[in-house]
């Protein structure tokens, strides 16, 4: 029944304008409906051009239909989010008539992607220029999700310059708690109308930042922030355990400090905004603007220990678990735990000053309980409970900088001083605990195997080997549509082991120039992509002048900024670091190369790499074999995987790493690309794939 209802769907979809029957796109729904029939989590690996969004929706959608499931569907960015909100859901229900456009459905951003209402009409409003108030007051009713990415374009239509709405978000974001329930603003709240409405939802489109805290909260005891849900669906799941890395970080830096005085002054503001409509007790209001001020000296002079002059800027581990891992000798020599005192102490002091806010309040708060109306003690009790939470986490989390739980916990320098982290280690034990064990998965990308193997993949996100899997074939003719061009063997020197070492000018040199090369045979058109910020901008500097082309380079605008001038732009070469590596999508002519500069090698070289790496030893693993190769074509895989985005484009990969011919695993990489793409030792014969104008003259 599920499948009839299935391949129904897909003829539909079939039938429309620009579709066309794909047998992968029904050999990969028909394998999802078998799952979810099963109950069984299951990996899938669809190459670009599937149209995998479609495929798993589809039968996402005849499930939730014929048994009344709830579904979450998760993508690693909020872009990619809302891509599937605006564009693939609806076309999606739209395949299933009445019963779709009837499916309940909800969009789930992260909190502070709402815009609050209160703090606009309220109070911090008035701190706002007038005329962008006003426009903001207009944008309210008119908003459908509340969200920054539906503000921007309303205020470039009115004509607001850009200048006047920098930092607009951070004024009237949703703050991490609010007195929620007692708000004036909470039946027409951006944020709780979502979370009302993805209550009864049954399927909620989100992002992978949203569902890991849900589980972390719900790990921790706490109320989530998705309902319970039957089924996980994890677009871009190769992004996922870095997602969780960052999710199960632990940070502690001025800009730390700045968010507890932020949030203490917002708790003061939301306290003075539910005492509004009546008699007000300013004694209490003076009392808790004291306390602020209290908790923001307080806080400064705890983490006085850490301004220390010698933190290197790749840091020091200052603890770690499990402490066998000490013994090391990568991990001793990268290691200050002589420092794990002065961390104590400031732990110690700032969960004091911590308490000493809270306990201070709830004081003051029964002090002047005669002061207030019910209604009156009632909101305020209300903003300070929900923001109890929030300072809760931040107090248990101070704990794992002094004993990491399986992870890692160190110092280092910063443009703005320091900053004190702790990451777990690996991820795969907690997603397995805390993820996997709640309901099954369906997790897919166009990159999680290695060498033809799940095996890297189910590893770091804590699935067992015996998972269920599915490898479709590559859609695209990348025979026809591709060419890979690599220098011949000695053309260019291997890269040197640092931006300082003695070769490292000439290895630069060499590189522009035959960079130069490519760009002037591809007309631009070029994404050249670059593992360090220090290369990149040396190979900038010695590249000979191109005036025909545009050259962007990462860090001179906003990636979003960046992306789109080289979409519009056929003349122009973008040099990117690693956010340019996965997810980035120009089609067409304008990114007809791909250049990767080097393999995309970790260098443990951060205290999580270091321990990372020896906890690989301690386990009697070869890191590089184990963790830094896979890795590494993982990461070629995704950044050849910009180049072909439709069924017409053609384009050039270029692979400049010199090691490719003379280390054993550059016929490993090789072998993971796209299969039978002619290879080219000379780039004149390459850009023949291109069709494209003649090459541009030597300037
Ligand atoms: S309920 Fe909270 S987030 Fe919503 S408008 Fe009120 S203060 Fe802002």
Redesign the pocket.
């Given at each position: 029944m599920l499948d009839h209802v299935i391949n129904e769907a897909l003829n539909r979809l079939e039938a429309r304008e620009g579709f066309e029957a794909r047998p992968v796109q029904r050999q990969m729904a028909a394998f999802i409906a078998e799952c979810l029939q099963a109950g069984q989590t299951a990996c899938i690996e669809a190459p670009t051009g599937v149209g995998k969004s479609l495929g798993a929706l589809i039968p996402l959608i005849a499930w939730i239909l014929a048994m009344g499931n709830r579904v979450v569907v998760s993508t690693y960015t909020n872009v990619l989010a809302e891509q599937y909100w605006r564009k693939d859901l609806p076309l999606a229900l739209e395949l299933f008539g009445e019963a779709g456009r009837e499916l309940k459905t909800q969009l789930v951003m992260g909190r502070s992607r709402?815009a609050?209402?209160?703090?606009i009409y309220g109070r911090e409003g008035n701190a706002l220029e007038p005329a962008l108030l006003r426009f903001l007051k207009e944008w309210v009713p008119l908003a459908q999700e509340g969200i920054e990415s539906e503000l921007a374009p309303f205020l470039r239509r009115k004509g607001v310059p850009e200048g006047l709405t920098r930092d607009l978000w951070r004024q009237i974001a949703?703050?991490p708690a609010?007195?929620?329930r007692a708000?004036p603003?909470?039946a027409s709240?951006?944020?709780?109308r979502q979370r009302r409405a993805a209550a009864s939802a049954q399927l909620l489109i989100t992002n992978h930042s949203v569902v890991l805290t849900d589980a972390l909260l719900k790990a921790n005891g706490a109320e989530g922030l998705l309902d319970e849900y039957d089924w996980l669906l994890v677009d871009e799941a190769h992004d996922l355990p870095e997602a969780a890395r960052s999710a199960l970080e632990f940070e502690l830096s001025p800009e730390t400090l700045e968010e507890i005085i932020r949030n203490a002054s917002s708790l003061s503001h939301?306290i003075a905004n539910a005492l509004e409509g009546e008699q007000r007790p300013d004694a209490l209001l003076n009392a808790i603007a004291e306390l602020v001020q209290i908790l923001a000296r307080g806080c400064h002079a705890a983490v006085a220990p850490l301004n220390m002059a010698d933190i290197p800027s790749e840091g020091r581990i200052v603890a770690i678990a499990p402490p066998d891992l000490m013994a090391d000798e990568s991990v001793q020599k990268a290691s200050r735990t002589d420092w794990l005192p002065a961390m104590q102490a400031v732990v110690e002091s700032l969960q004091g000053e911590l308490r000493r806010f809270y306990s201070e309040i709830k004081r003051e708060l029964k002090h002047h309980r005669l002061q207030m109306s019910d209604r009156q003690y009632e909101a305020v009790r209300e903003a300070v409970n929900q923001y109890a939470s929030w300072f809760r986490n931040l107090y248990m989390g101070l704990n794992l900088l002094v004993n990491p739980v399986e992870g890692v916990s160190w110092v280092e320098a910063t443009p703005m001083g320091w900053r004190a982290c702790c990451q777990p280690l690996e991820v795969g034990s907690w997603l397995a605990e805390h993820l996997w064990s709640r309901q099954p998965a369906t997790l897919m990308s166009a990159t999680l195997t290695i060498d033809g193997s799940f095996d890297f993949f189910l590893r770091q996100v804590g699935l067992s080997e015996g998972t269920r899997t599915l490898r479709l074939p590559p859609v695209f003719d990348y025979a026809r549509q591709c060419a890979l061009y690599l220098p011949p063997r000695g053309a260019l020197p291997p890269p040197p082991r640092s931006a300082h070492a003695h070769d490292a000018p000439a290895y630069y040199r060499a590189i522009a120039e035959q960079l130069a090369e490519i760009l002037r045979a591809t007309r631009g058109r070029a994404l050249v992509l670059f593992t360090s910020r220090a290369e990149m901008e040396a190979v900038r500097d010695a590249l000979p002048p191109m005036p025909q082309l545009r050259l962007m380079v990462q860090g001179d605008g906003a990636n979003a900024d960046l992306s789109q001038r080289f979409r519009e732009d056929t003349e122009s070469v973008l040099f990117g670091l690693r956010s340019f590596w996965t997810g980035f999508d120009a089609p067409g002519e304008t990114l007809s190369c791909v250049v990767l500069v080097r393999i995309p090698f970790e260098v443990p070289v951060s205290p999580p790499q270091v321990a990372r790496h020896a906890l690989l030893r301690w386990r009697g693993e070869d890191p590089f074999e184990s963790w830094t190769l896979p890795l590494a074509k993982q990461q070629v895989r995704q950044g050849v995987g910009r180049l072909i985005r439709r069924a017409d484009d053609r384009g050039v990969i270029c692979l400049l790493d010199a090691r490719i011919h003379t280390r054993p695993y550059g016929k490993q990489i090789l072998a993971n690309l796209p299969p039978d793409i002619p290879i080219h030792s000379r780039i004149e014969d390459a850009v023949q794939v291109l069709n494209h104008a003649p090459p541009l003259d030597k300037a």
């Amino acid at each position: 029944m599920l499948d009839h209802v299935i391949n129904e769907a897909l003829n539909r979809l079939e039938a429309r304008e620009g579709f066309e029957a794909r047998p992968v796109q029904r050999q990969m729904a028909a394998f999802i409906a078998e799952c979810l029939q099963a109950g069984q989590t299951a990996c899938i690996e669809a190459p670009t051009g599937v149209g995998k969004s479609l495929g798993a929706l589809i039968p996402l959608i005849a499930w939730i239909l014929a048994m009344g499931n709830r579904v979450v569907v998760s993508t690693y960015t909020n872009v990619l989010a809302e891509q599937y909100w605006r564009k693939d859901l609806p076309l999606a229900l739209e395949l299933f008539g009445e019963a779709g456009r009837e499916l309940k459905t909800q969009l789930v951003m992260g909190r502070s992607r709402y815009a609050c209402i209160d703090r606009i009409y309220g109070r911090e409003g008035n701190a706002l220029e007038p005329a962008l108030l006003r426009f903001l007051k207009e944008w309210v009713p008119l908003a459908q999700e509340g969200i920054e990415s539906e503000l921007a374009p309303f205020l470039r239509r009115k004509g607001v310059p850009e200048g006047l709405t920098r930092d607009l978000w951070r004024q009237i974001a949703t703050p991490p708690a609010c007195r929620a329930r007692a708000c004036p603003h909470y039946a027409s709240c951006f944020y709780y109308r979502q979370r009302r409405a993805a209550a009864s939802a049954q399927l909620l489109i989100t992002n992978h930042s949203v569902v890991l805290t849900d589980a972390l909260l719900k790990a921790n005891g706490a109320e989530g922030l998705l309902d319970e849900y039957d089924w996980l669906l994890v677009d871009e799941a190769h992004d996922l355990p870095e997602a969780a890395r960052s999710a199960l970080e632990f940070e502690l830096s001025p800009e730390t400090l700045e968010e507890i005085i932020r949030n203490a002054s917002s708790l003061s503001h939301q306290i003075a905004n539910a005492l509004e409509g009546e008699q007000r007790p300013d004694a209490l209001l003076n009392a808790i603007a004291e306390l602020v001020q209290i908790l923001a000296r307080g806080c400064h002079a705890a983490v006085a220990p850490l301004n220390m002059a010698d933190i290197p800027s790749e840091g020091r581990i200052v603890a770690i678990a499990p402490p066998d891992l000490m013994a090391d000798e990568s991990v001793q020599k990268a290691s200050r735990t002589d420092w794990l005192p002065a961390m104590q102490a400031v732990v110690e002091s700032l969960q004091g000053e911590l308490r000493r806010f809270y306990s201070e309040i709830k004081r003051e708060l029964k002090h002047h309980r005669l002061q207030m109306s019910d209604r009156q003690y009632e909101a305020v009790r209300e903003a300070v409970n929900q923001y109890a939470s929030w300072f809760r986490n931040l107090y248990m989390g101070l704990n794992l900088l002094v004993n990491p739980v399986e992870g890692v916990s160190w110092v280092e320098a910063t443009p703005m001083g320091w900053r004190a982290c702790c990451q777990p280690l690996e991820v795969g034990s907690w997603l397995a605990e805390h993820l996997w064990s709640r309901q099954p998965a369906t997790l897919m990308s166009a990159t999680l195997t290695i060498d033809g193997s799940f095996d890297f993949f189910l590893r770091q996100v804590g699935l067992s080997e015996g998972t269920r899997t599915l490898r479709l074939p590559p859609v695209f003719d990348y025979a026809r549509q591709c060419a890979l061009y690599l220098p011949p063997r000695g053309a260019l020197p291997p890269p040197p082991r640092s931006a300082h070492a003695h070769d490292a000018p000439a290895y630069y040199r060499a590189i522009a120039e035959q960079l130069a090369e490519i760009l002037r045979a591809t007309r631009g058109r070029a994404l050249v992509l670059f593992t360090s910020r220090a290369e990149m901008e040396a190979v900038r500097d010695a590249l000979p002048p191109m005036p025909q082309l545009r050259l962007m380079v990462q860090g001179d605008g906003a990636n979003a900024d960046l992306s789109q001038r080289f979409r519009e732009d056929t003349e122009s070469v973008l040099f990117g670091l690693r956010s340019f590596w996965t997810g980035f999508d120009a089609p067409g002519e304008t990114l007809s190369c791909v250049v990767l500069v080097r393999i995309p090698f970790e260098v443990p070289v951060s205290p999580p790499q270091v321990a990372r790496h020896a906890l690989l030893r301690w386990r009697g693993e070869d890191p590089f074999e184990s963790w830094t190769l896979p890795l590494a074509k993982q990461q070629v895989r995704q950044g050849v995987g910009r180049l072909i985005r439709r069924a017409d484009d053609r384009g050039v990969i270029c692979l400049l790493d010199a090691r490719i011919h003379t280390r054993p695993y550059g016929k490993q990489i090789l072998a993971n690309l796209p299969p039978d793409i002619p290879i080219h030792s000379r780039i004149e014969d390459a850009v023949q794939v291109l069709n494209h104008a003649p090459p541009l003259d030597k300037a």
